[in-house]
């Protein structure tokens, strides 16, 4: 028998598994399945509630399967027409907003690993020093309205979320773990700087690029804070998060008014309007995590533990 043969062999090798070895794994099958059903439930509640009349929801609490099934507060979402623009910003300002942040991102953090860059250390204490310290709300508007001159721009909401610290610390130490002698041999070469970081040091990044793609689209999609500080009511189109938020406000607005009070307080559907937003607001992004975990997992830890 051949060496090869005989590999072959010992790789198809099953492992009998004793009874102790059966009853750990189970018991760690089951604590697992029970943790997943329990962070799945509360959405799955969510959902079950957004189509759920208001007489119910009030009467008998939330449902998990709808009692009596209603889309009026999907219809009260949607009404106008504003939420898809709403949709569209939001997506447009992912999109630009990610690719940009990754760029710029992986720059920095590949540059402040170069061995041949004096300034490295200097630049991370500036950067480490910016995420401990900050000089608050008000010199923060006044430098982007008064300064910058963003005021009702979509470039307040766009520049704020573009990058920051902890990013690049994470893929600073992410970066750590490729050699820097790719780098010198792409120089002997006759690569530019250019060159070795596209061609180079870009396709063993993957894992990193996908777990700070991932934090950057969220941080787009659920941005609010900053569209309620700089954009005013002259901007027609809001960004998704902050247009539910004045949906979800207005609606509780006209339960308390003086006028909501000649309409059937059930008619006014507060509580599923919540839990429709709720669902409108983060569906889409769920489904942008499974193309991602392979690498999201094993990005994370590395850009965790490197250091």
């Given at each position: 028998m051949s060496k090869k043969n005989e590999q072959i062999e010992m790789t198809g090798v099953k492992v009998k598994l004793g009874a102790s070895d059966i009853i750990i794994r189970t018991i760690g099958y089951v604590l697992i399945t029970l943790y997943a059903l329990a962070c799945v439930f509360p959405f799955l509640i969510i959902i079950g509630t957004s189509f759920t009349s208001e007489t119910v929801i009030r009467a008998e609490g939330v449902k998990l399967i709808p009692k009596e099934f209603t889309l009026k507060a999907y219809e009260m979402v949607v009404r106008g027409g504003m939420i898809w623009k709403s949709y569209g910003l939001t997506i447009t300002l992912t999109l630009c907003g990610t690719v940009c942040g990754l760029l710029i991102i992986a720059m920095t953090g590949y540059a402040l690993q170069r061995k041949d860059f004096p300034l490295r250390n200097v630049i991370s204490f500036y950067i480490y020093f910016t995420s401990l310290f900050s000089a608050g709300l008000a010199p923060y508007y006044l430098l982007m309205t008064q300064t910058y001159k963003l005021n009702d721009s979509y470039l307040a909401v766009f520049f704020p979320l573009l990058m920051s610290p902890w990013l690049i610390i994470l893929m600073k130490n992410f970066?750590?773990?490729?050699?820097?002698?790719?780098?010198?041999?792409g120089k002997i070469d006759g690569a530019g700087d250019l060159t070795i970081f596209v061609k180079l040091i870009l396709p063993m990044l993957k894992p990193a690029l996908a777990t700070i793609g991932l934090f950057l689209a969220l941080g787009y999609w659920n941005e609010w804070y900053q569209s309620s500080l700089f954009l005013s009511s002259r901007v027609a189109v809001k960004p998704l998060q902050f247009q539910l938020y004045k949906v979800v406000n207005e609606t509780q607005a006209l339960k308390n008014s003086i006028a909501g009070q000649y309409i059937t307080l059930t008619d006014v559907p507060t509580e599923s309007l919540k839990m429709a937003t709720a669902v409108m607001a983060t569906g889409p992004i769920v489904f942008l995590y499974p193309f991602v975990q392979k690498y999201f997992i094993g990005g994370i830890t590395v850009g965790a533990v490197k250091g």
């Open positions: 970066v750590k773990a490729i050699p820097h002698e790719i780098t010198e041999s």
